[in-house]
């Protein structure tokens, strides 16, 4: 008997089999009184397996993500947002626009969800095996200049491209300088039709050649981000207001809480670029206009 499980620990070990080590006696002894065959004995052992190892897999993906938070869908408070479909969010959660390395773009002040859900739409990335990389623009930035420094762009980029879904958070907090800029641009021109971005921004389109200052860049990093892609415009309440209302610590009038309530730059609809917009987005509201 300590034979066989010396061998049975060593196959366990070779196998990489951790959870049947841990359920064998229960299931054997259940087994032996239920009078079950040796197949339905295989099968719930593998089955465990199976699922533990699953569970392995996303913890790990999930760490190797760097999302800033864990938050689902269920989570979110769609009645907060009557704004917002929730059944267009539901539909993109089966992540068609992944399978097909489409972009999602989500837009609206800060607040209102945005990060939520593009942390929600990774985790159910994770779950159906794609890889996924989480960062913010001004991080992902920071990183490009490390690596440009240390003579590493190369490398950098390259694992900028390589997962499934690519999530870039917070365009438009920062202006970007020319070098950063033209990095943002490389991104997604690298990524154009081989892989997905989700992009959260408080900026109106429109405004994306004030971010980049240059509308000729914007324009350029746009046409390749919206030709295969949806955008969410999100127009609501913030809920971290929601939660200082609540705990009355909301003063309307302080600076801090203007900003909050109207983070909007308005730009009037004129010129080239602002054209260019209304043409590649005609279903959208610019929600900071």
Same mark, same amino acid.
């Given at each position: 008997?300590?034979?066989?499980?010396?061998?049975?620990?060593?196959?366990?070990?070779?196998?990489?089999?951790?959870?049947? =080590?841990?359920?064998?006696?229960?299931?054997?002894?259940?087994?032996?009184?239920?009078?079950? /065959?040796? +197949?339905?004995?295989? !099968?719930?052992?593998?089955?465990?397996?199976?699922?533990?190892?699953?569970?392995?897999?996303?913890?790990?993906?999930?760490?190797?993500?760097?999302?800033?938070?864990?938050?689902?869908?269920?989570?979110?408070?769609?009645?907060?947002?009557?704004?917002? !479909?929730?059944?267009?969010?539901?539909?993109?959660?089966?992540?068609?626009? #992944?399978?097909?390395?489409?972009?999602?773009?989500?837009?609206?002040? =800060?607040?209102?969800?945005?990060?939520? +859900?593009?942390?929600?739409?990774?985790?159910?990335?994770?779950?159906?095996?794609?890889?996924?990389?989480?960062?913010?623009?001004?991080?992902? #930035?920071?990183?490009?200049?490390?690596?440009?420094?240390?003579?590493?762009?190369?490398?950098?980029?390259?694992?900028?491209?390589?997962?499934?879904?690519?999530?870039?958070?917070?365009?438009?907090?920062?202006?970007? !300088?020319?070098?950063?800029?033209?990095?943002?641009?490389?991104?997604?021109?690298?990524?154009?039709?081989?892989?997905?971005?989700? +992009?959260?921004?408080?900026? /109106?389109?429109?405004?994306? &050649?004030?971010?980049? &200052?240059?509308?000729?860049?914007?324009?350029?990093?746009?046409?390749?981000?919206?030709?295969? /892609?949806?955008?969410?415009?999100?127009?609501?309440?913030?809920?971290?207001?929601?939660?200082?209302?609540?705990?009355?610590?909301?003063? =309307?009038?302080?600076?801090?809480?203007?900003?909050?309530?109207? =983070?909007?730059?308005? +730009?009037?609809?004129?010129?080239?670029? #602002?054209?260019?917009?209304?043409?590649? #987005?005609?279903?959208?509201?610019?929600? &900071?206009?």
């Amino acid at each position: 008997m300590v034979v066989m499980q010396e061998r049975l620990k060593d196959a366990f070990e070779q196998f990489g089999w951790s959870r049947i =080590p841990d359920i064998l006696h229960t299931h054997a002894e259940e087994a032996a009184k239920h009078n079950h /065959s040796y +197949l339905e004995f295989l !099968d719930k052992l593998l089955q465990e397996e199976l699922v533990a190892r699953h569970e392995r897999f996303i913890r790990m993906k999930t760490r190797m993500a760097r999302l800033p938070y864990h938050k689902t869908l269920e989570q979110f408070d769609f009645s907060f947002q009557p704004s917002i !479909d929730e059944r267009r969010i539901r539909d993109l959660a089966m992540l068609r626009f #992944v399978e097909h390395q489409e972009n999602l773009i989500l837009l609206g002040p =800060p607040g209102v969800g945005k990060t939520h +859900l593009a942390v929600a739409l990774a985790l159910e990335a994770i779950k159906r095996r794609y890889t996924v990389y989480f960062t913010t623009a001004h991080d992902l #930035v920071q990183t490009l200049q490390q690596a440009q420094h240390s003579n590493t762009v190369a490398q950098r980029m390259k694992a900028l491209t390589k997962p499934n879904l690519l999530i870039i958070d917070e365009i438009g907090y920062r202006r970007m !300088d020319d070098t950063a800029a033209h990095f943002f641009f490389q991104i997604v021109a690298e990524r154009y039709e081989t892989g997905s971005i989700i +992009l959260t921004s408080n900026k /109106s389109y429109g405004a994306w &050649g004030e971010i980049f &200052g240059d509308s000729v860049l914007a324009t350029a990093i746009l046409d390749r981000l919206l030709h295969h /892609s949806s955008t969410v415009n999100i127009k609501g309440e913030s809920y971290r207001i929601k939660e200082k209302k609540k705990a009355g610590f909301f003063r =309307p009038d302080s600076d801090e809480n203007r900003l909050l309530i109207d =983070p909007s730059i308005k +730009l009037p609809y004129t010129g080239p670029f #602002v054209r260019f917009i209304r043409h590649q #987005v005609k279903p959208v509201d610019d929600f &900071g206009t």
